[in-house]
């Protein structure tokens, strides 16, 4: 009796408990590792990097340099449990660019690189969907004596609440203000990255985020902030350098990249096509047994306004006619019997244009063409959690600690996708 009770104390510390539907079931904890070259691997590691971007609001993008190492947690109809550790490197674009993190430039060697990695747990479902549990990231900068070694005349990091990174931010920004057709006043939001060279040309460089600033700016080039709306949220990210003196007409180059929809000065265009009438001209309503005549020009003559032409199937003039005769003006002019020419009097063709419709329809709804300042209203759809809301009958079981250690595999780590010094 002691042998099996011993034996299964040795069982449930080796298993981890998990809930399975209405009863207990012991699941076994058994970490597989898994080749860095495997298809799947590769593809979960694609969308984690992307799934992190996402989820971050701060900072630069991350771009996937290699995969270092993976664990596999199979949990039966739970799903899979992916424990990727990913080597990531810093690219150019912020995190609210909407431009993905594959077409961003990495930052190169020069402008001081940003590494490091992350460790990621990716839940794989057996209906084939992807979540992320879990990432934590960490990068570094690359320490200024290994770039001064290398290229001496590089610039160096600047902290970004310095007085020359400020007046480089303030002096940009005013820069491009002055050469665009932004209708609104922006401010310099937050300085993400400065800094600074001195040979051969003393230039600084930075880079910062924009808002909209409805209460006015500073001096420093910043909003003010009089009242809680005064924060608003970020409108873009610029770039911009600064070569010589600040302060004796300095070379400066700025560019900036629009998250939102900023107010342009620009000339309100005309949508319609009114074209001017001559006060010479008489003009007549639009015919109700006839709406395919507004679509003709009209003549000169006001004699032959009242003259219907000889291809016309109804006589433009308000008399009594035939309403058997009377036959949709879009159709084509061919020979038809009486069957169809009834046909296309009471049932409107599905090819007839927006300005077909029969003497019934008058005053029904056409087509407009939309105003200037249109934009189409996002209809609400459920996201992929969504489908999650049923209570599920298995649940997954996370590590609490992220698993480590050397992988048998040759294929581990995987090879760099970037060049690095």
Not at 189 to 197: C, N, V
Not at 215 to 229: A, I, P, Y
């Amino acid at each position: 009796m002691d042998k099996s009770i011993c034996t299964l104390l040795l069982q449930i510390s080796l298993h981890s408990l998990s809930v399975y539907g209405e009863g207990f079931v012991l699941m076994p904890v058994e970490l597989a590792p898994v080749p860095c070259n495997d298809k799947a691997v590769e593809k979960l590691s694609r969308l984690a990097v992307t799934y992190i971007n996402e989820d971050r609001t701060e900072g630069y993008k991350f771009a996937l340099n290699r995969i270092a190492n993976v664990h596999l947690h199979a949990q039966g109809p739970a799903g899979n449990v992916y424990y990727l550790d990913l080597d990531v490197l810093e690219t150019k674009c912020h995190t609210g660019s909407q431009k993905p993190w594959k077409r961003c430039d990495v930052r190169p060697f020069m402008e001081t690189q940003v590494s490091g990695n992350c460790n990621t747990t990716i839940l794989h479902t057996p209906e084939g969907f992807s979540y992320l549990y879990s990432y934590d990231c960490a990068l570094v900068p690359d320490p200024p004596e290994k770039l001064q070694q290398t290229c001496p005349t590089c610039p160096l990091l600047l902290p970004v609440d310095s007085p020359r990174a400020v007046t480089a931010a303030r002096v940009t920004l005013m820069s491009y203000k002055s050469q665009s057709t932004l209708g609104a006043e922006l401010g310099v939001k937050k300085i993400t990255r400065a800094a600074a060279q001195t040979v051969p040309v003393k230039a600084s460089f930075v880079e910062y985020t924009v808002q909209e600033c409805p209460e006015g700016m500073t001096e420093r080039g910043t909003c003010q902030r009089l009242t809680l709306n005064a924060d608003t949220e970020t409108a873009g990210f610029c770039t911009g350098s600064v070569h010589g003196d600040m302060n004796a007409h300095p070379d400066v180059k700025v560019s900036c990249e629009m998250f939102k929809n900023v107010d342009f000065l620009r000339p309100v265009q005309p949508q319609g096509h009114d074209l001017p009438l001559d006060p010479e001209i008489p003009t007549f309503p639009p015919q109700i047994d006839d709406p395919g005549n507004d679509l003709q020009p009209l003549p000169s003559d006001p004699s032959a306004a009242v003259q219907p032409a000889q291809s016309d199937l109804t006589p433009v003039d308000p008399v009594p006619f035939d309403p058997s005769v009377a036959v949709n003006p879009s159709g084509p002019l061919t020979s038809s019997s009486s069957e169809s020419a009834e046909g296309l009097v009471n049932q409107r063709s599905p090819a007839s244009g927006a300005f077909d419709s029969s003497s019934e329809e008058v005053g029904g709804p056409m087509a407009l063409r939309p105003p200037f300042n249109f934009r189409y209203q996002r209809r609400d759809r459920k996201k992929r959690q969504a489908l999650i809301e049923t209570s599920p009958s298995h649940y997954p079981v996370f590590l609490s600690d992220f698993p480590s250690g050397p992988s048998p595999f040759r294929s581990c780590p995987g090879p760099a996708r970037y060049t690095t010094v």
